[in-house]
Nanobody
Framework: VQLQASGGGLVQAGGSLRLSCAASRSDISVNNMAWYRQAPGKRRELVAR???????TYADSVKGRFTISRDNAENTVWLQMNSLEPGDTAVYYC??????????????WGQGTQVTVSS
């Protein structure tokens, strides 16, 4: 199973971007889906998480600005990022708990997409 992320880019402060991440297979079960980010010289941190039932969790730094959502039928998760700040500059990674038929749950990471916010 691969998680394919897209949607990063360069944007000015105050702008918006929408990240998307889709699982490469449809014959799977997906539980929690999340977005993490890692800025240069910093640890990877959780940005937002969404459960299969739609419950969401956000990092304090993005509350009110970012929205995570998902489509369970398409095994896709999005991150709508508004009012972007230079401090949001990082590589963003999607993450998901996935189970294939007859298998156990495994945690997968996407390849990362760069988000750069200029001041």
């Amino acid at each position: 199973v691969q998680l394919q992320a897209s949607g990063g880019g360069l944007v000015q402060a105050g702008g918006s971007l929408r990240l998307s991440c889709a699982a490469s297979r449809s014959d799977i079960s997906v539980n929690n889906m999340a977005w993490y980010r890692q800025a240069p010289g910093k640890r990877r941190e959780l940005v937002a998480r969404i459960t299969h039932s739609g419950e969401t969790t956000y990092a304090d730094s993005v509350k009110g600005r970012f929205t995570i959502s998902r489509d369970n039928a398409e095994n896709t998760v999005w991150l709508q990022m508004n009012s972007l700040e230079p401090g949001d500059t990082a590589v963003y990674y999607c993450n998901a708990d996935v189970r294939s038929i007859g298998s156990s749950w495994y945690n997968y990471w996407g390849q990362g997409t760069q988000v750069t916010v200029s001041s």
